[in-house]
Structure formats: C-alpha cells, structure tokens
Nanobody, 123 residues
Framework: QVQLVESGGGLVQAGGSLRLSCAAS????????MGWFRQAPGKEREFVAA???????DHADSVKGRFAISRDNPKNTVYLQMNSLQPEDTAVYYC?????????????????WGQGTQVTVSS
C-alpha cells in the first residue's frame, strides 16, 4: 500500500523557518514527479512546488526565493524548506506524487496524496 507521510509542520513566528518532510513507502518514487500543495481555510488547494526525479524544480511565484523543494531518491523522501514565513503561508501542506516524471502544477494530475501537515505562521 502506497503511503505519503508528511512531517515538520508547526507554529512559527513571521520571518521564521520550517522544513517539511514527506516520506513515501509502498513503492519507489524515484522516477516520479513529486510536489507540495497547500490549502488555507476557505480557499482552494494551491500549488507550492514540484520536483522531477532528476532534480528539476518549479515553485509558485508566491514562494519563489523563500521556499525550496528537494528530494532524496534513495530515501524516497521529498523536502520543502520554508524560509521567511509570513502569516499568509498559514495552511495545511500536502505532499503529492504523480505517476509520471514531468512536473505539472495542477492538483488533479497528482495521484498519491499525504494526509497533510498544519503550518501556522503568527504575526
């Protein structure tokens, strides 16, 4: 059974940093694109960042220069380093994996999802 398990969320003050991790199990994802999405209360789920198996990345404009996605293929783990956090970054953050190698920003293109981890940024 495939599982994606996020960790690393929490409460942080504005300007602070957090590092999210997503550990995948049940199959190898070293050839699959993986991504992070987030959903704030009352808002739709939105793309944050994605990465190919070879390390090519894409980040949403709202997080460019502050967030960085990375992956460790042997560990089947994806990370999201979040710096200079702002209150508007408050959301549940979800890890997701595609069945295919290419990056896309649409949530509907991702097949596997984690349960989410809460990130709260206080002002």
């Amino acid at each position: 059974q495939v599982q994606l398990v996020e960790s690393g969320g929490g409460l942080v003050q504005a300007g602070g940093s957090l590092r999210l991790s997503c550990a995948a199990s049940g199959r190898a994802f070293d050839r699959n694109a993986m991504g992070w999405f987030r959903q704030a209360p009352g808002k739709e789920r939105e793309f944050v960042a994605a990465i190919t198996w070879s390390g090519n990345t894409d980040h949403a404009d709202s997080v460019k220069g502050r967030f960085a996605i990375s992956r460790d293929n042997p560990k089947n783990t994806v990370y999201l380093q979040m710096n200079s956090l702002q209150p508007e970054d408050t959301a549940v953050y979800y890890c997701a994996a595609r069945r295919y190698p290419l990056i896309v920003t649409m949530a509907s293109a991702y097949y596997y999802w984690g349960q989410g981890t809460q990130v709260t940024v206080s002002s």
